[in-house]
């Protein structure tokens, strides 16, 4: 198993275990650039409201981002913001003041700017009652203007283990119109070594749920290089998850970082896959994928070629955020809740990550903000490359630096010695037009966005991000 090809109609990926094994290494993931661990505590509250009131102005749609950070119990592989906990009824004080920050923030909003994107990431969003749902819901049509449009967006990760056919009912009728399961295996071994036992049948019935509510994509994430993972077990896993032909597939990499993430030191090492087998996994998934008609999205995430994510990176209308792709690029993404990031007129800021601080700010009537970042104009050039380059595999340099009135020879001098590296190796193609990531490179789109980083060369104590793999 060393090389699989993409199907027919679907975008290139080429799985080449030599040349994935040489260049894995650490970077960022660029949901954002510049990347979360530049932002600065410089930018606070007067800088958000001030990004605010230029975004006014520019007459954008919004989108929301809510996050939840509670969970019933703690999964050992989670790199995640959140709080455990078995008392549900927190989340109707949590809500309370999420809601009192989106009154805080709509305050600087103009009214007539509509939503037209939704999620509420986690955490474990249904980890709030029907009652505190519905509240959180119905309080934030209230306090904006949210879309009718076939086109919007209403999304939310789901705990199938904590959630019936009545709570997606409700979902449904709330709005929301997309679901992200979590499943990461089924193989009861792999489940039991992660402290997330979950049964096949509960969770293909939540799945099977959301589409018979109406909700028009329904999202899958696995993770590979889990501890006692082997290619039969997870080949079942595969095998039972496309069965039901899930509208996108996310198949994560597993980040063993113990010294960041607590949980993590709850997994035996000694039971993680070697690279080689992790590798082999990796390479298991891509090849049921292709052959199951799924087209590469980019990163880690695939979709069948009629889903909204496909149609929109064939028409060059893809986009990468801190809610990973999405299909709606000219938009600010307002970030509600424990640790959210906002992306406002060229500015990142983001909410205190642990919990007491972002309930004081909130209830103390201030905006929460922790760090962020004003983007130069360097930055800007920089983001829209790494942009194209995540989404699209290519970026048209040419017309980009003409637009900008530079030369791309001169100005990123020391992103084309990198380049040319990766050029050597097959991962890169160069040349007067611009830039592209050959078949082989699309699987590490991470390594040739590191090439435009202008902030990973700078001295000091270096970011620590997972593998490109």
């Known amino acids: 198993m060393d090389t699989y090809s993409p199907v027919e109609g679907g975008l290139a990926w080429c799985f080449d275990a030599a040349t994935l094994r040489r260049h894995d290494k650490p970077g960022p993931r660029y949901t954002s650039y510049p990347t979360a661990p530049h932002f600065?505590?410089?930018?606070?509250?007067?800088?958000?409201?001030?990004?605010?009131?230029?975004?006014?102005?520019?007459?954008?749609?919004?989108?929301?981002?809510?996050?939840?950070?509670?969970?019933?119990?703690?999964?050992?592989?989670?790199?995640?913001?959140?709080?455990?906990?078995?008392?549900?009824?927190?989340?109707?004080?949590?809500?309370?003041?999420?809601?009192?920050?989106?009154?805080?923030?709509?305050?600087?909003?103009?009214?007539?700017?509509?939503?037209?994107?939704?999620?509420?990431?986690?955490?474990?969003?249904?980890?709030?009652?029907?009652?505190?749902?519905?509240?959180?819901?119905?309080?934030?049509?209230?306090?904006?203007?949210?879309?009718?449009?076939?086109?919007?967006?209403?999304?939310?990760?789901?705990?199938?283990?904590f959630i019936d056919r009545d709570d997606v009912a409700l979902l449904a009728e709330l709005g929301f119109n997309r679901a992200s399961l979590g499943v990461q295996d089924f193989d009861p071994a792999v489940q039991a070594s992660i402290n997330r036992l979950q049964g096949v049948e509960q969770t293909l019935d939540i799945l099977q749920a959301c589409r018979d509510h109406g909700m028009r994509s329904v999202n899958v994430d696995l993770i590979y290089g889990l501890p006692g993972q082997n290619e039969q077990g997870f080949g079942r896993t595969l095998e039972q998850v496309l069965a039901l032909r899930p509208d996108r597939l996310a198949v994560y990499g597993y980040a063993h970082l113990p010294q960041l993430f607590r949980a993590q030191r709850q997994i035996d090492e000694s039971r993680l896959p070697a690279p080689e087998q992790k590798l082999a996994l990796l390479g298991l998934a891509v090849e049921r994928l292709l052959q199951a008609g799924y087209q590469y999205i980019g990163m880690d995430h695939f979709a069948l070629p009629e889903e909204d994510l496909s149609r929109a990176q064939r028409a060059g209308q893809l986009h990468r955020n801190f809610m990973g792709y999405t299909t709606h690029a000219d938009t600010d993404l307002l970030g509600l809740g424990v640790s959210a990031i906002s992306t406002v007129a060229s500015t990142y800021s983001q909410n205190p990550r642990d919990l007491p601080a972002w309930e004081a700010a909130v209830d103390a009537g201030h905006l929460p903000v922790w760090r962020g970042v004003q983007l130069d104009q360097d930055d800007l050039l920089r983001a829209e490359i790494i942009q194209r380059l995540m989404c699209h595999g290519h970026v048209d340099a040419a017309a980009l630096c003409a637009a900008r009135g530079i030369l791309f020879e001169a100005y990123f001098a020391d992103a084309l010695v990198q380049l040319h590296a990766l050029q050597a190796d097959g991962l890169a193609e160069l040349d007067e037009g611009g830039v592209r990531a050959t078949e082989a490179g699309r699987p590490l789109l991470r390594l040739l966005a590191m090439c435009f980083d202008r902030y990973l060369s700078r001295p000091g104590q270096p970011a620590r991000y997972s593998r490109a793999l």
């Open 40 to 161: 600065h505590e410089a930018f606070g509250e007067s800088e958000f409201t001030a990004a605010l009131a230029r975004s006014n102005g520019q007459a954008r749609a919004l989108s929301l981002y809510v996050h939840v950070p509670f969970c019933s119990s703690p999964c050992f592989y989670c790199g995640c913001n959140r709080i455990i906990s078995r008392d549900r009824s927190r989340g109707h004080a949590y809500v309370a003041r999420v809601l009192a920050e989106a009154d805080l923030i709509a305050s600087h909003i103009d009214p007539s700017r509509e939503v037209i994107q939704l999620h509420l990431g986690g955490g474990t969003p249904n980890f709030l009652t029907r009652e505190a749902m519905t509240e959180l819901l119905q309080s934030l049509r209230r306090r904006f203007r949210f879309s009718t449009s076939a086109a919007r967006d209403f999304s939310i990760e789901l705990d199938p283990r």
